[in-house]
């Protein structure tokens, strides 16, 4: 996080379920973070790789729990890791689903 960044300015449907005036980005960097990659769209992924920094961002994604398939090979191929070295994509080879549509 980048104290001399001016704040992110992202899109209210993100933050649909929470007081998004009140949102501390700093002190829930990790829940806005997995937020924008699940449901941003490109202006807000550039939003938050401004304010963060890639490597705060890698460090959140990695370990994150949960990414749509769909967003977590955009996050691969934004941070440049492959998909396999994401927690959320191992979680999901241990529980495969019946019929993945």
């Known amino acids: 996080m980048n104290k001399a960044s001016k704040k992110p300015v992202f899109n209210r449907r993100i933050f649909w379920d929470v007081n998004f005036d009140a949102l501390d980005y700093d002190k829930r960097a990790r829940f806005v973070i997995e937020r924008v990659f699940e449901r941003g769209d490109v202006d807000d ?36 890791t492959p998909v396999n070295d994401f927690k959320c994509y191992k979680l999901r080879q241990l529980n495969p689903a019946l019929y993945p549509y």
């Not at 304010?51 to 990414?67: Q, V």
């Open 45 to 80: 992924i550039r939003q938050c790789r401004r304010y963060y920094g890639d490597e705060l961002i890698k460090d959140i994604l990695i370990t994150a729990k949960y990414l749509p398939e769909r967003r977590l090979h955009l996050a691969s191929a934004i941070i440049d």
